[in-house]
């Protein structure tokens, strides 16, 4: 291997950042984007097991159409199309819609799939502080050509604090700004029946990335628009293009899972959860939502993060310390994930560590 990829992989080593693959079998979970427990629970698979090519080949048929328009229809969505993964979604949509002298804005917590998304295509673009209104407006009224695009999680992944989508959707119809959200851990947990933070302004929104691979307990994503924006992506996201479908039977089940009445009981499982934990541990001096699955623990240290994070390991716990670059130096943390699942007797054990 190439010296400078050596001396990139020794760098993290001696900041203490460098990932490694890790499995927390037997030990309790407080670390999955399992929030319902729905990767718990048997799947039964009915008809082909592969798609055999992409869908504009041999991967499109009659159950991915019909399972699209169904999850359409149930998000309020005139049309979605699916993408085998979030991290597909978001750099198919940001690499192949916003176009030369176009301008993307987006805030400076979202996600790396959009950011690779943004660089791999060809508009201007420019970050603006996290949930920081008045810096977006600024951003907005000096950008005077071409379309613009603002870019917003949400329920932010690292910071389990969400975004103000009613003032945020009113600032880009004002500026004439194309809002997309990114759903993916809204998704299935908060929202009207769990149809994400976005589905209240489902009409007045650009377009919408819902996930099936976190609270869904499945696979894949969909970019929820309208029809012709559907068709542009079938012709420019070179992600969904150039990739093999997913398999009928994952469609289906992606159709299913989002109507399933269960969701609503795991739901309120979940809150119950996540009130206990946070009147328990912290009250309301955490800095997360108070109804996210995601719960920060700051830390602001790698070496004590990390201490932290074995602590509680050692414990029969599992969680994940997150470092920079995931997170910008001096914010180092301690992920929490609360689960529908979750008993309060495994709580208390956390709880315990932590305090």
Known sequence: MDSKLHKKLSERHEKGTLRSLSSFEGLVDFYSNDYLGWTQEPISFIGNSGATGSRLISGNSKVAEESEAEIAKYFNSESALMFSSGYDANIGFFSAVPQKDDTILYDSEIHASVRDGIRMGIANSFSFRHNNLQHLEEKLSKTTSGAIYVAVESLYSMNGDTAPLNELVSLCERYGAYLIVDEAHAGGVLGEQGKGLGFEFSNRIFARVITFGKAYGSHG?????????????????????????????????????????????????????????????????????????????????INETKRLAERIISSGISVKPIFSPTVPEGKECIRICIHAFNTKEEMDRLIKVLS
Do not use: W
């Open 221 to 301: 994503a969909c970019v929820l628009s309208n029809s012709d924006l559907r068709d542009y992506l079938v012709n420019f996201a070179r992600s969904f293009i150039y990739t093999t479908a997913l398999p009928n039977y994952v469609f289906s089940h992606n159709a299913a899972i989002v109507s399933n009445d269960e969701n609503l009981s795991r739901m309120e499982m979940l809150q119950e959860n996540l009130k206990y934990f946070r009147e328990s541990m912290f009250g309301d001096s955490l800095p997360s939502d108070t109804r996210s699955p995601i719960q920060i623990v700051p830390v602001g240290s």
